[in-house]
């Protein structure tokens, strides 16, 4: 039964969010649904204490990347500079290559360092742009977007600095650069795969006369202006960003050391605060990353953006309230969920299949999709089982580097479910809903989640890491 209560409780936000309903109003009812089922007396203990902090936790940390992430887009599209960048894009693939043009920006972004959901604000004005311009359906942005920056250059590609890259490290005592050769192999298979699954969904649109489609919300003004920025000033705040964001994730520990504490007020008897540098750094250095792209922009295009400052912003600040409440929600939500003893039911059902790394795989999937998060997926896995999968990868002689490499792809496989807090924040950001978007953001779920255990095949069949 208690099995059936999470399940349900995933069922039905999954279900509410793809009918278009508000996450935000859904997720409590959702979570407080599945505790009432559980023990009624928890209700509103687990409301205040678990679900509420969790998602004002969420909001403290990751506000001010959703707001300046928005701002940093909308000032991107009123300076020009997506035109710009549309046009250089369209004379250097050709316009019926829109798709690999956002796939690759998007990619080059998230590498470099770039949250995912400021790609989705800073790439957005201009994809829209590409995609009126090619007349390709606006429907297929999101899909685009999502094989861009949800899925190789995210947690398969060695190196990359998302935090998905990122958590293995703590676990299994290896870096971000573990097992290349297969995490090379496994972001060709899905870059691959990917592109020739959206150019078969353009080629059908096509065929069936759709262009790019009418009465759209949440569209950028095309740019009215004249004579357009020449590209690479267009794409140096872009780069400016990712730069910076690489600069002062080096500079900030250095500066302020592990941790740092100061006085809560004047007071002599004011008790001190304490911040943990090691957690917020890599806060820190996106937020101070799009500072300077802000700056930069304003700098580059003043009297374009000063023109419309005022209500671009207001736009802007009202998209990132949206996003990141959506978001939040979600990550209240699954914490509730990862507190009942349903989900110690899944956790334990899924640590019985024996092979270590498909175990490890299906275990971090699972959990990232009840989770509707990623990182929280693997985090809440890894905490739980790491000493397990370890110690059966050692049995089978099987290196560290393979579960880490395993376990980041697996978190980004089926965690983008229709409640996911990135799909509902890229459907929001670009207007569109889970009717008209969502199968193709699913199709690349799965394309993300078979690279993965393409991936496992690989290793035995080669033995490369």
Known sequence: MDFVIVLGALVFLMVVAYRGYSVIL????????????TDPS??????????????VGFLKLYFPVFLLGAVFGKLIEISGFSKSIVAATIRLFGPRQALLSIVVVCALLTYGGVSLFVVVFAVYPFAAELFRQSDIPKRLIPGTIALGAFTFTMMALPGTPQIQNIIPTAFFGTDSWAAPVLGTLGSVL??????????????????????????????????AGGRLAHPLIALLPLLLVGVSNKLFTLWIPRVYGSSHVFPSSAMQDAVPVVQ?????????????????????????AWRPVTAKFAEGTRTAVGGALLASMNTASEYGFGAVI?????????ANSLNSIPDPLVNEAVTVTALAGITGSAS????IALAAMAESFIANA????????????????????????PHNGAVITLLAVTGLTHRQSYKDIFAITLISTAAVF???ALYYLTGWV
């Open 26 to 37: 859904f997720a409590p009812i959702a979570a407080m649904g599945a505790v009432l089922l």
């Open 338 to 346: 990862a507190a009942l003893p349903g989900f110690l039911l899944v």
């Open 376 to 379: 929280g997926g693997m985090s």
């Open 454 to 456: 393409a991936v496992i």
């Open 276 to 300: 943990e540098i090691s957690r917020i750094a890599a806060i820190w250095a996106v937020q101070g990353a799009l500072l300077v792209g802000i700056l930069a922009v304003l700098c580059l």
């Open 394 to 417: 050692q049995a089978a002689g099987i290196p560290m580097d393979v579960l880490h490499r395993v376990a980041a792809m697996a978190s980004g496989g089926m965690d983008t479910l």
């Open 190 to 223: 899905i870059f691959a795969f990917g592109m020739l699954y959206l150019e078969w969904r353009r080629r059908t649109a096509v065929a069936a006369g759709e262009g790019y489609g009418t009465d759209l919300r949440n569209e950028p003004e095309p740019f």
């Open 42 to 55: 928890l209700v509103a203990p687990m409301f205040t204490g678990l679900f509420m902090d969790k998602m």
